[in-house]
């Protein structure tokens, strides 16, 4: 079993950069392939990204793409979210979770550990 903390969230202007990170006690990392996850308010919770559990082949959907970039450090026990050029619909708890596997995933009933979230605002 594995327990994920993230943080690095807060309240932003439109344009500015976050970077969100994901570590990991219990197991490692290394273990899992990996995602971030985010759930706007009133809103389902909706893939972000993904990454293989070796870190050389990732998933960015389409809405964060060329702005959001994951990564991951498997000697740190970390996962991270690059989040550049922020927007308003970006706004919400963003969540890192792990899935059994090599490979990198999108749908959410993969993943069997969740972290508590982090909050993301971006303001207009």
């Known amino acids: 079993q594995v327990q994920l903390v993230e943080s690095g969230g807060g309240l932003v202007q439109a344009g500015e950069s976050l970077r969100l990170s994901c570590t990991a006690s219990?197991?490692?990392?290394?273990?899992?392939?990996m995602g971030w996850f985010r759930q706007a308010p009133g809103k389902g919770r909706e893939v972000v990204a993904a990454?293989?559990?070796?870190?050389?082949?990732?998933y960015h959907a389409d809405s964060v793409k060329g702005r959001f970039t994951i990564s991951r450090d498997n000697a740190k026990n970390a996962l991270y979210l690059q989040m550049n050029n922020l927007q308003p619909e970006d706004t919400g708890v963003y969540f890192c979770a792990a899935a059994e596997g090599a490979g990198w995933y999108r749908r959410l009933d993969l993943y069997k550990y969740w972290g508590q979230g982090t909050e993301v605002t971006v303001s207009s």
């Open positions: 990454i293989s559990r070796s870190g050389t082949s990732t």
């Open positions: 219990g197991r490692t990392l290394s273990t899992y392939a």
